[in-house]
């Protein structure tokens, strides 16, 4: 059996959401980077909801850019806000159960150590410059990497585990490989480069003894991606000068029921 879900992120460039009552499935996966105003955040959420049952949601940098000066009070507030939406859940510290299915997801910040031809110091300037991170707390931001990817290990650990759930969908919206953005010309070897992945993230991959994880959905990322690395599929769909339509991805699914003699 196959299960459906809709896949969007880094539509932070459109003032409106622009599929109103073309969604192609139940659920949908937002990957992040909606808006650094939180009303506008709040806003597009709300409307997105309106037209699926479930909408599953994992922050972006980009939704704490206005706040990146103190990000642990930002994800805590983001959190807060979300919490009162109908219809919407936010990934950071849960995760999303669908038949035997479990959706898990965080943010997964950066560790600044895709591009090796540059530092720490050299890539905050950067950032600061030319994405306005202004007030960048880079301690804020390594820490912030290593409790995602600690989270991600320790949750596909447990989950893997479960005999009743067959499949683990992930979430982030960092890019998960770095192979994935490595040989971009557009990033190659750039400033860009090095804010792109958590190095850590991968190694949940590493927890899943049972192979359930078959799907890694992301943003952050100009392109979009559908591609098998090493038995996972990473798919992302961005807003790319175009209207930003969901994608729906379909996956393998096995319903299993059980059947109790009470």
């Known amino acids: 059996m196959q299960f459906s879900f809709d896949l969007i992120s880094d539509i932070s460039q ?3 959401t622009a599929w109103d009552n073309q969604p192609s499935s139940l659920y949908c996966v937002v990957a992040g980077n909606i808006s650094p105003d939180r009303t506008v955040l709040k806003h597009t959420l709300e409307k ?7 909408v ?3 922050d972006g940098w980009m939704d704490h850019l206005n706040y990146i000066s103190n990000l642990p009070q930002s994800i805590l507030d983001l959190k ?6 109908k219809n919407v859940v936010h990934l950071h510290d849960n995760c999303v159960m669908v038949e035997n299915m479990v959706f898990v997801g965080v943010n997964g910040w950066w560790t600044y150590d895709w591009n090796k031809h540059l530092d720490v110091k050299q890539m905050t300037a950067w950032l600061e410059t030319e994405w306005k991170c202004k007030g960048t707390n880079l301690k804020d931001i390594l820490t912030q990497a290593e409790l ?8 596909v650990d447990k989950i893997s585990s479960v005999q009743d759930i067959n499949e683990i969908v992930l979430v982030s919206n960092t890019v998960p490989r770095w192979e994935i953005v490595s040989q ?9 480069l090095g804010i792109m992945g958590n190095s850590h993230l991968e190694t949940a991959l ?4 049972n192979n359930k994880v078959k799907t890694w959905c992301f943003g952050h990322y100009e392109q979009p991606v559908d591609m098998h690395i ?7 769909n961005p807003l790319i000068n175009k209207p930003p339509y969901p994608k729906k991805f379909c996956v393998l699914h096995l319903i299993v029921r059980l059947d109790l003699n009470l």
């Open 206 to 209: 590493l927890m899943d003894h």
């Open 14 to 16: 459109v003032s409106e």
């Open 56 to 58: 599953i949601y994992i």
């Open 148 to 155: 995602d990817a600690g989270y991600l290990n320790l949750s």
């Open 184 to 192: 971009d010309p557009d990033y190659k070897d750039k400033y860009r």
């Open 48 to 54: 997105i909801a309106t037209q699926y049952s479930t």
């Open 80 to 85: 807060r806000l979300i919490s009162g939406m």
């Open 230 to 236: 090493d038995g996972i599929r990473y798919v992302s």
